[in-house]
């Protein structure tokens, strides 16, 4: 099953985290390869140690436009826009939870493009990922620090190895091999001037009543996750 927007935006998030962040405006984009027979692409804006990415896809013949919104003020909570019927999804990524088995390897240094990056393997309760952070990038200030175990873990872990920076490339591992089930990779990241209002949630929407709760996503079964994210789109759609 591929992986849903939902489920990577959340584990994007702790991927992305460092133990230093910039407080400038940031825009970056993102290729994934993997999740639909085309490349798409995600785009991500930061301001204030706010966060909101947008990814546009082609799924069962339609074109679906999906934003979230990660806020400062409201840490460890996702909001996921639906453009098809004008409302959004909270994703609590839970405040208490515990990463399993977490372990950080340091692979080397690599060149990716332009950027010298240091090459890590990370693996948590048997999935695999491995990331690629260049210290020639600042790492953004995402509102998730210090409002989550599994993200402060995660950091502890990157600070004591030395890894530092913003994540080049993102590979998702398949099941006991190192062969990517989906790969993001950087294509564009540029200081720029933010609106304020893309921070906001957009006139017209209105709460789901449909929740989602991240951390007993990833321990479900693929079967399990794909049953869940069909209700989901049936509740939505239904409002």
């Excluded at 390869?33 to 991500?44: A, E, H, Q």
């Excluded at 950080?104 to 690629?132: A, F, L, P, Q």
């Excluded at 609106?195 to 990833?218: C, H, Q, R, W």
Aim: hydrophobic share 40%.
């Amino acid at each position: 099953m591929k992986k849903s927007l939902l489920f990577l935006s959340v584990l994007f998030v702790s991927i992305v985290i460092s133990n230093a962040a910039i407080a400038a405006d940031v825009y970056a984009e993102y290729e994934i390869t993997g999740m639909t027979p085309s490349p798409v692409i995600s785009k991500m804006y930061s301001k204030n140690g706010n966060i909101r990415t947008e990814v546009n896809m082609k799924m069962a013949g339609s074109q679906i436009n999906t934003t979230t919104l990660m806020l400062k003020s409201n840490p460890g909570v996702t909001m996921v826009f639906n453009s098809m019927t004008k409302t959004y999804t909270e994703t609590k990524s839970g405040k208490n939870a515990a990463v399993k088995n977490f372990t950080v390897k340091v692979i080397g240094n690599e060149k990716i493009g332009k950027y010298n990056c240091n090459h890590v393997r990370m693996t948590s309760d048997g999935k695999s990922w491995d990331v690629w952070y260049s210290k020639d990038l600042p790492p953004i200030n995402f509102p998730v620090n210090g409002s989550n175990i599994s993200d402060d873990k995660i950091v502890a872990e990157l600070k004591s190895k030395g890894v530092t920076g913003m994540p080049v490339k993102i590979a998702f591992l398949k099941p006991g091999t190192t062969l990517p089930s989906m790969t993001m990779l950087l294509k564009k990241y540029e200081p720029k001037n933010l609106d304020a209002s893309l921070f906001t949630i957009p006139a017209g929407y209105k709460k789901s009543s449909v929740n989602f709760n991240a951390e007993k996503m990833k321990n479900m079964s693929p079967a399990e996750r794909k049953e869940m994210m069909m209700k989901m789109m049936r509740e939505q759609m239904k409002q």
